[in-house]
């Protein structure tokens, strides 16, 4: 019998410093929710609003896989491995931290906001060597497909990190159904809707709604509005 | 009453921010330090109340150096730290201290 577990947007924790406007789907910061510590081994998942120009200057990470997603503008990316770039709307960056990284994230646009999901992992590994990639997202194999952009592999589609978790992410037309398969026994699947309505094991989500499904091989998805777009993190519900 | 905790990791860079931002609250008194004789030393001469395992331990040093603080401390609450910042600090402070 499958469990699940529903985050409403508003739910989210808040905070708002002015040019940076932040929803945590879980603790984070100074936001602390015992209830909303992780969901597996998916720790952090941030929706965050950065003014133009605005940005984290230089700042350390270790032992996490660090997952950032561009909805809307462009970050500039600079860290202690000699990394510089510009991820855009439509990228993908993953930094495995390890033993230790530094890196400054800015809004690359001076005039435009920026809008980011960033989304942290704890490794199946400690103290790897720290290391970075971006890759550009097929759009078009998107559309009404749950579309890999992340595993375990580096032979597989989408960018690899130093855990048993996949990534899909889909734009579907009204009324379009389909069925995700769990990749790995024992994982289970937080669905994040980026856009429109969709029901998912017949949960009804809207935007920025989170979706936690765990005990199944598979869940069932119907996108009820146009502009459906949503996130599939497929994580071990196990912390090493 | 102030809580003081103990950060052991090996990188020097994020020694010395976890030290910053353990040192930022009022009610929090950090102890940062990059070897586990400086941490056993630390733990044989002060009140600790948790201890904060960062970047850098493999897991025979850490298995040491727990069986080691537990000897001086026995009801020491020792946790794993993540991230090597502020955005997941606050969050495993306050769920080991419950």
Known sequence: ?240 | MQTTILYIGRDTEITIVMNRLLNARPEWKGICVCTDEEAVSICEEQKIDLVLLGNGIDQNCEEVLRAKLLSIKPNLKIIQHYGGGSGLLYGEIMGALG
């Open chain 1, 1 to 240: 019998m499958s469990q699940f577990i529903l985050h409403k947007e508003n739910t989210r924790g808040h905070a708002n410093h002015g040019w940076l406007n932040a929803h945590h789907s879980f603790s984070f910061a100074n936001y602390y929710n015992p209830e909303r510590m992780h969901f597996g081994v998916l720790r952090v998942l941030n929706d965050d609003l950065i003014d133009g120009g605005m940005g984290f200057g230089t700042h350390p990470h270790d032992n996490m896989e660090i997952i950032t997603i561009p909805l809307a503008g462009a970050i500039a990316h600079k860290d202690s491995m000699g990394n510089s770039a510009t991820i855009t709307a439509g990228e993908i960056q993953v930094m495995s931290a390890g033993t230790g990284v530094s890196h400054s994230e800015y809004n690359a646009l001076a005039d435009e906001q920026l809008n980011l999901l960033q989304i942290w992992l704890f490794p199946n590994k400690k103290n790897v060597t720290p290391r970075y990639d971006q890759q550009t997202l097929d759009v078009e194999a998107m559309h009404n497909n749950f579309q890999q952009i992340l595993s375990p592999s580096a032979d597989d589609a989408g960018v690899w990190i130093q855990q048993d978790a996949w990534f899909s992410l889909g734009k579907f037309d009204e009324g379009f159904e389909t069925e995700y398969k769990i990749k790995k026994a024992g994982n289970g699947v937080y669905a994040f809707v980026i856009s429109g309505e969709v029901t998912i094991d017949g949960q009804t989500l809207s935007k920025r709604d989170g979706l936690g499904i765990w005990d199944t091989d598979s869940i069932s998805f119907k996108a009820n509005t146009a502009d459906a777009e949503v996130l599939l993190m497929d994580v071990p519900m196990e912390l090493n």
